[in-house]
């Protein structure tokens, strides 16, 4: 029988006892390709000789070949479990070297396992390179928050290795197939989310599914059967898919554009987005995944074509629209999803850079109101999804929500609208009343359109309601919630730039990502070092390794609200100028030729306030908070400019 989570599992003496060929023989039956190739079965095969004779010293224990790491679709080649303390084990057969790679792979699974699976918690687990050629060198043993640095073996040497550490540590016992078993409650980021979908897997496959967080697959499903009621009832409908910040909207996108991206189903479904920096991230990982896979099943494809493939699946909103101007052609999509809803442009917004750009001088429409009527040139049956984040506009000719509602009342009141409870919000109706809003249309309420938890920051689901309360003067509530989240998500509010990056980059092993951020109206932090206006490649910043200069680990370029919004990183250091800065409340300012100058728009003050919330709720697992001193021989840079926020973020810090 297949087994899901592993290829093979033993208690430590059947293993030993048992036939390698058999062993081998469960192995192969167990992987999910048809045709395991014949370099495959050889690596195992001489995992297993080695690994007998290894472990014949050992009187307990259990090994597992090929354990699953869902979030990132990887699996560890073996693990031990011994003497209660979880060994992972990393082959490189063959190799005569003990490579930063493997280092790095080893101890991100270590990771993987301590954060996601529930019985890895407060387990220690130790990850180990075995380069079977390689030659024996000296290992420390130091291990950080239940995880050790990783070791490194050869085929002669790990039993010896191992038997060193039982003289070292002693651990509390625990069930060995009860950790194997264990609840495994991963969180991906967009880029791996995306990788995985793409690749085949399913939402259920690399998400949380647990009662602290709202199953991402109940809102698929409801979106599922309106997609069916629409086509059965030849009805046209449009959804609007509410959350707080990091709920997972867009990995709900991308999943139902994957799901139904079968055109001879007649379910054609596009991915859009406004966000060019994410459309270009995404559509750079999926490419590099794709050309990596290929490489190591034999094949070769270039990274152009790979990226055709890619952008036809996750496009840029514009292109998709400009492409509809000015024609009556029917999309071939019956499904559109349409990512962040809340930036589509207004009417005067979009008319004037269709005169400007495209030369179309009667452009009558808001950008909502065309995306729809895109949609409605089917004759029968058609679906639009908006995703939308509240709070979560943040440039001048962002329409906001209510735009959609005003499209769908003047041009399309026959649609089927399909809404959460949530939406009767501020945060949403920017101002206006809801029940204007929807006066007129066909509204139907469903509570499963709303992502309620923060998958994001997958330590604590109360750090979107933390940030909330500090942008919203809330001084009280930001305390307690801060009460709540200090010991599982860890902030530094600092005056000093190197002490933060010091910190951040202590916080973090393997492959773990940091990155500096700021407003992209932070202009005055130049004197820091920080230059928001400089052009940087988001592709190589979100996606490089750490020896490359253009990555975020090298904390060199700061990305801004624009380029970061709907991505994330595991940790990031928030550079905070004065454009929005805490006197008595916070204040809104703009710095122009020489100096501040208070925003008094309505709409750009909460343009930069959420700009600010973009920034604070970009970090999985801790922030820094940079707040510069300040000079006041600089009048652009005086000490109260800063002063005030510091001391309101500290006091409710330290409360």
Same mark, same amino acid.
């Given at each position: 029988?297949?087994?899901?989570?592993?290829?093979?599992?033993?208690?430590?003496?059947?293993?030993?006892?048992?036939?390698?060929?058999?062993?081998?023989?469960?192995?192969?039956?167990?992987?999910?390709?048809?045709?395991?190739?014949?370099?495959?079965?050889?690596?195992?095969?001489?995992?297993?000789?080695?690994?007998?004779?290894?472990?014949?010293?050992?009187?307990?224990?259990?090994?597992?070949?090929?354990?699953?790491?869902?979030?990132?679709?990887?699996?560890?080649d073996v693990v031990f479990l011994h003497k209660n303390v979880v060994y992972l084990?990393?082959?490189?057969?063959?190799?005569?070297?003990?490579?930063?790679?493997?280092?790095?792979?080893?101890?991100?699974?270590?990771?993987?396992?301590?954060?996601?699976?529930?019985?890895?918690?407060?387990?220690?687990?130790?990850?180990?390179?075995?380069?079977?050629?390689?030659?024996?060198?000296?290992?420390?043993?130091?291990?950080?928050?239940?995880?050790?640095?990783?070791?490194?073996?050869?085929?002669?040497?790990?039993?010896?290795?191992?038997?060193?550490?039982?003289?070292?540590?002693?651990?509390?016992?625990?069930?060995?197939?009860?950790?194997?078993?264990?609840?495994?409650?991963?969180?991906?980021?967009?880029?791996?989310?995306?990788?995985?979908?793409?690749?085949?897997?399913?939402?259920?496959?690399?998400?949380?599914?647990?009662?602290?967080?709202?199953?991402?697959?109940?809102?698929?499903?409801?979106?599922?059967?309106?997609?069916?009621?629409?086509?059965?009832?030849?009805?046209?409908? !449009? #959804?609007? $898919?509410? %959350?707080?910040?990091?709920?997972?909207?867009?990995?709900? @996108? *991308?999943?139902?554009?994957?799901?139904?991206?079968?055109?001879?189903?007649?379910?054609?479904?596009?991915?859009?987005?406004?966000?060019?920096?994410?459309?270009?991230?995404?559509?750079?990982?999926?490419?590099?995944?794709?050309?990596?896979?290929?490489?190591?099943?034999?094949?070769?494809?270039?990274?152009?074509?790979?990226?055709?493939?890619?952008?036809?699946?996750?496009?840029?909103?514009?292109?998709?629209?400009d492409s509809f101007v000015g024609n009556d052609d029917v999309p071939p999509e019956?499904?559109?999803?349409?990512?962040?809803?809340?930036?589509?442009?207004?009417?005067?917004?979009?008319?004037?850079?269709?005169?400007?750009?495209?030369?179309?001088?009667?452009?009558?429409?808001?950008?909502?109101?065309?995306?729809?009527?895109?949609?409605?040139?089917?004759?029968?049956?058609?679906?639009? !999804? #908006?995703? $939308?984040? %509240?709070?979560?506009?943040?440039?001048?000719?962002?329409? @906001? *929500?209510?735009?959609?509602?005003?499209?769908?009342?003047?041009?399309?009141?026959?649609?089927?609208?399909?809404?959460?409870?949530?939406?009767?919000?501020?945060?949403?109706?920017?101002?206006?009343?809801?029940?204007?809003?929807?006066?007129?249309?066909?509204?139907?309420?469903?509570?499963?359109?709303?992502?309620?938890?923060?998958?994001?920051?997958?330590?604590?689901?109360?750090?979107?309601?933390?940030?909330?309360?500090?942008?919203?003067?809330?001084?009280?509530?930001?305390?307690?919630?801060?009460?709540?989240?200090?010991?599982?998500?860890?902030?530094?509010?600092?005056?000093?730039?190197?002490?933060?990056?010091?910190?951040?980059?202590?916080?973090?092993?393997?492959?773990?990502?940091?990155?500096?951020?700021?407003?992209?109206?932070?202009?005055?932090?130049?004197?820091?070092?920080?230059?928001?206006?400089?052009?940087?490649?988001?592709?190589?910043?979100?996606?490089?390794?750490?020896?490359?200069?253009?990555?975020?680990?090298?904390?060199?370029?700061?990305?801004?609200?624009?380029?970061?919004?709907?991505?994330?990183?595991?940790?990031?250091?928030?550079?905070?100028?004065?454009?929005?800065?805490?006197?008595?409340?916070?204040?809104?300012?703009?710095?122009?030729?020489?100096?501040?100058?208070?925003?008094?728009?309505?709409?750009?003050?909460?343009?930069?306030?959420?700009?600010?919330?973009?920034?604070?709720?970009?970090?999985?697992?801790?922030?820094?908070?940079?707040?510069?001193?300040?000079?006041?021989?600089?009048?652009?840079?005086?000490?109260?400019?800063?002063?005030?926020?510091?001391?309101?973020?500290?006091?409710?810090?330290?409360?």
């Open positions: 029988m297949r087994n899901s989570r592993c290829y093979y599992s033993a208690d430590l003496f059947q293993f030993l006892h048992e036939n390698p060929q058999t062993i081998l023989g469960i192995i192969c039956e167990n992987d999910s390709f048809s045709e395991t190739t014949l370099l495959q079965k050889n690596t195992w095969s001489e995992e297993i000789n080695i690994l007998q004779k290894e472990f014949a010293r050992f009187d307990e224990g259990r090994i597992i070949f090929e354990y699953t790491i869902p979030r990132i679709c990887k699996r560890v084990l990393e082959f490189k057969c063959g190799e005569t070297e003990y490579k930063k790679g493997a280092n790095e792979q080893v101890l991100d699974y270590a990771l993987d396992l301590q954060n996601f699976q529930k019985e890895s918690h407060d387990k220690i687990i130790i990850p180990i390179v075995v380069a079977t050629e390689a030659k024996t060198i000296e290992n420390s043993f130091v291990v950080k928050g239940n995880i050790a640095e990783p070791l490194f073996c050869n085929r002669g040497n790990i039993g010896e290795i191992i038997a060193l550490i039982d003289e070292k540590i002693c651990c509390n016992s625990f069930n060995y197939e009860q950790w194997e078993n264990s609840e495994y409650l991963p969180t991906p980021t967009i880029i791996e989310a995306a990788q995985a979908l793409y690749n085949g897997h399913k939402v259920e496959e690399i998400t949380r599914s647990d009662a602290d967080a709202k199953n991402l697959s109940e809102t698929t499903r409801a979106i599922d059967e309106i997609i069916a009621y629409s086509k059965d009832n030849k009805r046209k409908s !449009i #959804c609007f $898919v509410t %959350g707080v910040p990091g709920a997972g909207k867009t990995l709900v @996108g *991308l999943n139902l554009a994957i799901e139904h991206a079968n055109a001879r189903q007649g379910e054609h479904a596009v991915f859009l987005s406004g966000n060019q920096p994410l459309v270009s991230v995404l559509q750079e990982a999926l490419a590099r995944d794709k050309v990596k896979q290929a490489s190591e099943e034999g094949e070769k494809i270039s990274k152009r074509e790979a990226l055709r493939e890619t952008s036809a699946f996750i496009q840029i909103i514009h292109k998709y629209r019956r499904i559109a999803i349409f990512d962040e809803a809340q930036r589509a442009w207004t009417k005067e917004m979009i008319s004037k850079f269709m005169k400007t750009k495209k030369g179309v001088l009667d452009f009558d429409y808001s950008e909502p109101e065309f995306l729809i009527s895109t949609l409605d040139r089917h004759n029968d049956w058609a679906v639009v !999804i #908006c995703l $939308v984040g %509240g709070g979560q506009e943040i440039n001048t000719g962002e329409a @906001g *929500l209510p735009e959609w509602f005003d499209s769908l009342r003047k041009s399309f009141s026959e649609w089927d609208v399909f809404v959460s409870p949530q939406l009767n919000d501020t945060e949403y109706t920017r101002g206006r009343k809801w029940a204007e809003m929807i006066e007129d249309l066909n509204i139907n309420q469903d509570v499963n359109l709303h992502l309620a938890s923060s998958i994001r920051s997958f330590r604590t689901p109360d750090v979107s309601a933390f940030v909330k309360a500090i942008l919203d003067n809330d001084l009280q509530t930001a305390q307690s919630l801060y009460q709540k989240i200090k010991n599982k998500y860890p902030i530094l509010l600092t005056r000093d730039l190197e002490e933060a990056k010091t910190w951040v980059k202590n916080q973090c092993r393997g492959t773990t990502r940091y990155g500096l951020v700021a407003s992209s109206g932070a202009l005055r932090l130049k004197p820091e070092g920080i230059y928001v206006k400089n052009d940087i490649d988001v592709e190589n910043w979100f996606l490089n390794d750490k020896d490359d200069v253009r990555s975020s680990y090298y904390l060199e370029d700061v990305v801004t609200e624009f380029q970061i919004q709907g991505l994330e990183l595991d940790y990031t250091i928030v550079a905070w100028d004065a454009d929005f800065r805490y006197i008595n409340g916070w204040t809104y300012n703009k710095f122009s030729g020489t100096k501040w100058q208070n925003i008094n728009s309505d709409d750009n003050k909460n343009y930069l306030k959420n700009a600010y919330r973009v920034l604070l709720t970009r970090a999985r697992q801790g922030m820094a908070i940079f707040i510069p001193n300040g000079d006041d021989s600089d009048e652009t840079r005086l000490r109260k400019f800063y002063n005030g926020t510091y001391n309101y973020l500290k006091n409710i810090m330290d409360n």
